[in-house]
C-alpha cells in the first residue's frame, strides 16, 4: 500500500500554498508523487459539490444536513480515488491530498452543536468513507490551524473558485460557519490524532517556509521508513 498525506484546515489556511512547497520540495530531492485537491473541480464527480457550494441548495450551510452535504463530497473522492489514484496507491505510490475526509469532519461536524450528536455523525462519516467505500485512511494528517481572526483577513479579497470575481462560496462568506468549523476542527484533530501545524506565533502569521518545514520533517520520517 501507498502512503497518503493530507493537509487540511479551515478557509485561508494556506493548504494549496503548503501543497504547492511540499510539490517543489519532492521534486528537488526527486521523490515520485501524485497530487490531488478535493473537491475535484476537474471532474464530473464533483458537480453536486459545486452546487452545494454555489448555494443551489441553499445559501446557509447550515440549512443543509451536514450528513446529505457528505455524501456528495464523498462521492467525488470515490470516482477520483478509483479512476486515477487506486493503482498508484496500491502500488505503493505517495499521495498529497488538499483536503479529503477530513474536510468533512471540519465543516460538516462543525454544524451540529450537540457533542453526542457530532460524535454520532463522527463514526457514521468514517463508516461510510472508509469501511463502505474503503476509501485509504491518510498516513498522516496535516491541520493547519489557522485561527479564524487571522483567516478572515486573508479572505477579505481572495476571489472565488468558481466566478473568478469577488464572490465566496457558502462556506466562505459565512463567519459563524468558519467559526464553528475552526472549533470543531480543534476538537477533531485531537480525537484523530492530526498533526497541528500552528499557523500563528506571536500574534503573527508565519512564513510560508517555517510551516512547511513543520510538515516536510513529518513526510520524511514515512517516507523513510
Known amino acids: 500500500m501507498g502512503k497518503l498525506f493530507v493537509i487540511d484546515g479551515t478557509d485561508a489556511s494556506g493548504k494549496q500554498t503548503q501543497l504547492k512547497k511540499l510539490q517543489e520540495r519532492l521534486q528537488l530531492e526527486n521523490i515520485d508523487y501524485k497530487l490531488i485537491?478535493?473537491?475535484?473541480?476537474d471532474s464530473p464527480s464533483s458537480s453536486l459539490v459545486k452546487m452545494y457550494l454555489s448555494g443551489e441548495f441553499g445559501e446557509n450551510a447550515k440549512d443543509i444536513s451536514p450528513y446529505v452535504a457528505s455524501t456528495f463530497f464523498a462521492v467525488d473522492r470515490y470516482a477520483t480515488f478509483k479512476k486515477e489514484l487506486e493503482k498508484y496507491y496500491n502500488d505503493g505510490g505517495i499521495i498529497l491530498a488538499d483536503r479529503y475526509t477530513t474536510a468533512n469532519m471540519v465543516h460538516q461536524a462543525g454544524k451540529i452543536k450537540n457533542k453526542e450528536?457530532?460524535?454520532?455523525?463522527?463514526?457514521?462519516?468514517?463508516?461510510?468513507?472508509?469501511?463502505?467505500?474503503?476509501?485509504?485512511?491518510?498516513t498522516k494528517v496535516f491541520f493547519l490551524n489557522m485561527p479564524p481572526e487571522y483567516a478572515f483577513k486573508l479572505m477579505e479579497k481572495r476571489k472565488n473558485k468558481f466566478t473568478h470575481e469577488e464572490q465566496k462560496d457558502i462556506h466562505e462568506r459565512d463567519k459563524s460557519h468558519i467559526i464553528d468549523s475552526y472549533n470543531a476542527a480543534c476538537e477533531v484533530a485531537d480525537k484523530y490524532n492530526w498533526i497541528k501545524i500552528n499557523c500563528i506565533n506571536e500574534n503573527k502569521i508565519r512564513t510560508i517556509d517555517e510551516i512547511h518545514e513543520d510538515i516536510y520533517k513529518e513526510i520524511w520520517k514515512e517516507i523513510k521508513n
Open 37 to 41: 485537491s478535493f473537491p475535484n473541480y
Open 117 to 138: 450528536e457530532r460524535e454520532k455523525f463522527l463514526n457514521w462519516l468514517w463508516n461510510f468513507e472508509f469501511d463502505l467505500y474503503k476509501l485509504p485512511i491518510p
